[in-house]
């Protein structure tokens, strides 16, 4: 049995880049890959709060990303989620929520097919779910499963590596 999906850091990274898109248009998109693809020093600087990123805000202040924006600079006014004296992009948790939820979403649901598909198929059922990869260093999707498990009686383990 192989039930699958498409839900790792990477679509995290493509809800980043909707969330910009959708906030500040081509003066987000009209910028060279080198400044904003992977790789770049701006997405590096996600990565980080990525794995750091909590169900629970650890404080009310924003995650800031360094990213000039030129298109922005002569912009009169403030612009909601960019400081253009310090050229920074602001995230706030409900932000980073919008980056994470619906990959989360997708693993919760891959992981009740499977747990489903199982039980019809009349196996034992399942009592351990071991999070490993990339994406199950994050501790908000293990907040999240650990939260889906624990509803079903479930055991969640990480590797200490995290796989």
Same mark, same amino acid.
């Given at each position: +049995? @192989?039930?699958?999906?498409?839900?790792?850091?990477?679509?995290?990274?493509?809800?980043?880049?909707?969330?910009?898109?959708? @906030?500040?248009?081509?003066?987000?998109?009209?910028? =060279?890959?080198?400044?904003?693809? =992977?790789?770049?020093?701006? +997405? *590096?600087?996600? %990565?980080?709060?990525k794995k750091n990123f909590r169900?629970?805000?650890?404080?009310?202040? &924003?995650?800031?990303? @360094?990213?000039? +924006? =030129? *298109?922005?600079?002569?912009?009169?006014? #403030?612009? @909601?989620?960019?400081?253009?004296?310090?050229? #920074?992009?602001?995230?706030?948790?409900?932000?980073?929520?919008?980056?994470?939820? &619906?990959?989360?979403?997708?693993?919760? %649901?891959?992981? #009740?097919? *499977?747990?489903?598909?199982?039980?019809r198929e009349g196996k034992p059922?399942?009592?351990?779910?071991?999070?490993?990869?990339?994406?199950? #260093?994050?501790?908000?999707?293990?907040?999240?499963?650990?939260?889906?498990?624990?509803?079903?009686?479930?055991?969640?383990?990480? =590797?200490?590596?995290?796989?």
């Amino acid at each position: +049995m @192989r039930l699958g999906g498409k839900c790792g850091g990477t679509y995290i990274d493509r809800n980043l880049y909707k969330l910009l898109r959708e @906030r500040f248009g081509s003066a987000f998109t009209s910028l =060279p890959l080198e400044r904003i693809g =992977p790789g770049s020093e701006f +997405m *590096q600087t996600f %990565e980080s709060k990525k794995k750091n990123f909590r169900s629970e805000a650890a404080s009310k202040k &924003p995650v800031k990303l @360094r990213l000039v +924006m =030129p *298109q922005l600079s002569n912009t009169p006014g #403030e612009i @909601r989620g960019y400081d253009k004296r310090w050229s #920074e992009v602001f995230l706030t948790h409900d932000d980073m929520k919008r980056c994470f939820d &619906p990959v989360v979403d997708k693993v919760l %649901e891959l992981v #009740e097919s *499977q747990v489903t598909a199982v039980r019809r198929e009349g196996k034992p059922l399942v009592e351990t779910i071991i999070l490993v990869g990339g994406l199950g #260093e994050s501790p908000y999707l293990r907040d999240k499963l650990f939260e889906w498990t624990k509803e079903r009686n479930i055991r969640l383990t990480t =590797p200490w590596t995290g796989g």
